[in-house]
C-alpha cells in the first residue's frame, strides 16, 4: 500500500519514550487553533511511499531504538490513512519495531481499530475538558476523543494524555483537575503529558498567507 508523507524526523525525543523515528502523515480534517504543522492539512499534499520504503528507511536507524525507542506516526491526523498505517505498523511488529501512534481520535472505523491492534503506545491529544471549548478550539467533539478512549481501555492499549497548555485558555487548576479526573477513569492511561504553547510556528502560517488564530496569545511560561 501507499501513504502520504509529510515529512520524518529522525533522532526525535519528544513523541514518545526514547529516541524515535517520527513519520508525519499527510492529511488532516481539524483545525487546531495551536497547530504547529498547517502544511499537513492538505489531503493530497506531501510525498507517496510504499510501507515498505518506510520500514525500510526505519531499518537504518534502529540501532539508535535502543531498549525504548521505536517508530512515531503523528501528522497530519494519521487515522486518515489508518489501512497504510496499519500495514507499516504490521511491518514494524514483524521486525521487532516499537510502534507509538500520536492521533487526536477523531475517527473510529474497521481501519483505525486494525491499526490499533497493531500499536504498542497511543498518545492521545486530549485537546480541551469542556465540550464548547474543545468543539470551538479543534472543530472535533470531546465525546469523539471519549469515544476513542474507550476503545483504548477496551483494548488495554498503553495510552499517553497530551494536552497543550496555552495561556488564557486552558491554564486553569479546574482545567487540570478535569485532565487528570479523565485520566484516572482510565486504567490504560500511565501518563499526562502538559506541553507548553510554543508559536515557533508562525513562521509556516506567514509563508502559508494564513493567520496564526493564537497570535495574540503569549507563549505558556
Ligand atoms: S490534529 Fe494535529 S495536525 Fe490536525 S489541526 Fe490539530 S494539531 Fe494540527
Not at 18 to 25: A, C, Q
Not at 79 to 96: I, S, T, Y
Request: with cysteine; aromatic share 8%; net charge negative.
Amino acid at each position: 500500500m501507499e501513504g502520504r508523507v509529510s515529512s520524518f524526523q529522525s533522532l526525535g525525543t519528544v513523541d514518545g519514550p526514547g529516541v524515535r523515528y517520527v513519520i508525519f502523515l499527510q492529511g488532516c480534517p481539524l483545525r487546531c487553533k495551536c497547530c504547529h504543522n498547517p502544511e499537513t492539512w492538505d489531503m493530497h499534499g506531501g510525498t507517496v511511499y510504499s510501507a515498505q520504503q518506510l520500514v525500510e528507511r526505519l531499518e537504518r536507524y534502529r540501532n539508535y531504538f535502543g531498549e525504548t525507542g521505536g517508530v512515531t506516526l503523528s501528522g497530519g491526523e494519521p487515522l486518515m490513512q489508518a489501512a497504510f498505517a496499519a500495514e507499516l505498523f504490521g511491518l514494524c511488529r514483524e521486525r521487532g519495531i516499537h510502534t507509538c501512534l500520536d492521533t487526536s481520535g477523531c475517527v473510529l472505523n474497521a481501519d483505525v481499530e486494525r491499526l490499533l491492534d497493531r500499536t504498542d503506545l497511543v498518545l492521545l491529544d486530549y485537546k480541551q475538558t469542556s465540550e464548547p471549548l474543545y468543539h470551538d478550539f479543534c472543530g472535533m467533539h470531546m465525546a469523539q476523543a471519549d469515544a476513542f478512549l474507550d476503545v483504548l481501555e477496551r483494548k488495554r492499549i498503553p495510552t499517553w494524555l497530551r494536552q497543550v497548555i496555552i495561556p488564557q485558555i486552558n491554564d486553569s487548576e479546574e482545567n487540570l483537575e478535569r485532565l487528570h479526573a479523565v485520566a484516572n477513569a482510565h486504567c490504560c492511561v500511565e501518563k499526562v503529558e502538559l506541553l507548553p504553547f510554543r508559536k515557533l510556528c508562525e513562521t509556516k502560517y506567514a509563508a502559508m498567507g494564513i493567520p496564526f488564530p493564537l497570535a495574540d496569545i503569549p507563549e505558556y511560561r
